[in-house]
């Protein structure tokens, strides 16, 4: 009996110091536990200056034609015509942000290929033409300025909904070099642009976004003069801290252009890694 009587007691004096040791430990967590408020924004979405960069990995589809002195351009593929190789690029992001609802944002993309190759098939750019079997040295140089105002008409802690209003500023210039000849193409105008964005955060400091804008002049105002752009951009963001983050994602940026008579289709896409840090 008295054997039984310890063993009921030993059992007592273990689950009552087991529950102490839970109590112990349970009551600093739910001391530092503090649900979020209404109006608490997830974590990354408190500041009001935001700079980015990133590392993006696009492959590029190119086609360029240039006429010169009424005698008609090749269509010269970058790739297959001059030995164009993908690479990686940088893009450089600032946000000002004077309320939730209102950012300002500018963007700076400068893509530039540099190859040599030699010609499988006759080419005629800018009225020279470049014989099959000839060396050549090509460059082709695509700087991309963005200026943009979003509203984002929905606000919540679990993310936004807005729009966007841009001015992009796009100068790409081609130049071809060799033995016989060297001359470059350039079509520089800014091209107006409008989109919508979304965030959603799955969690309080992991988000993903999506955005896009368009914008295209109808054949019907000018013959002479016709331009289409498409980007599209999709990317999720680790945030460690309101002041500091990582992204990755998908971008694609497609830009067609007639002027006058050189036309272009430059198109680029592909993932991206990047940082954020913000104040």
């Known amino acids: 009996m008295r054997t039984g009587m310890k063993r009921f007691d030993l059992r007592v004096y273990g689950w009552a110091a087991l529950t102490a040791v839970l109590v112990s430990l349970a009551a600093p967590a739910s001391a530092q536990y503090k649900p979020r408020t209404l109006d608490d924004p997830a974590t990354g979405e408190k500041y009001h200056i935001e700079g980015g960069a990133d590392f993006w990995f696009p492959t590029a ?12 351009g090749s269509q010269i593929n970058l790739k297959r015509d001059l030995g164009l190789v993908d690479t990686r690029f940088r893009a450089l992001q600032v946000q000002l942000r004077p309320a939730r609802a209102h950012k300002l944002r ?10 040599s190759a030699t010609l499988n098939q006759d080419i005629v750019f800018n ?37 966007n209003l841009e001015a992009k500023y796009t100068d790409v210039q081609v130049q071809l070099a060799s033995p016989i000849a060297s001359e470059f193409a350039r079509a520089r105008a800014p091209i107006p642009a409008i989109g919508g964005v979304a965030r959603y955060y799955f969690v309080p400091n992991i988000a993903v976004t999506g955005e896009f804008n368009i914008f295209k002049i109808p054949d019907s105002i ?10 599209l951009n999709i990317y999720g963001t680790v945030n460690f801290t309101n002041n500091v983050g990582v992204k990755g994602g998908f971008r694609s940026r497609d830009v067609g252009y007639l002027i006058k008579t050189d036309t272009g289709s430059l198109t680029l896409k592909g993932i991206y890694i990047g940082a954020v840090v913000r104040y």
Not at 63 to 72: K, T
Request: aromatic share 22%; net charge negative; hydrophobic share 40%.
């Open 127 to 163: 009225g020279i033409k470049y014989r099959l079997g000839l060396p050549v040295n090509s460059t082709l140089e695509w700087k991309t300025y963005e200026f943009a105002y979003e509203f984002d008409f929905v606000v919540k802690n679990w993310g936004f909904v807005g729009f």
């Open 222 to 231: 000018d013959e002479r003069f016709n331009a289409h752009y498409v980007d």
């Open 61 to 72: 589809d190119m086609v360029i034609e240039s006429e010169q002195l009424g005698i008609p």
């Open 106 to 115: 500018f963007e700076y993309l400068p893509v530039t290929y540099t190859q």
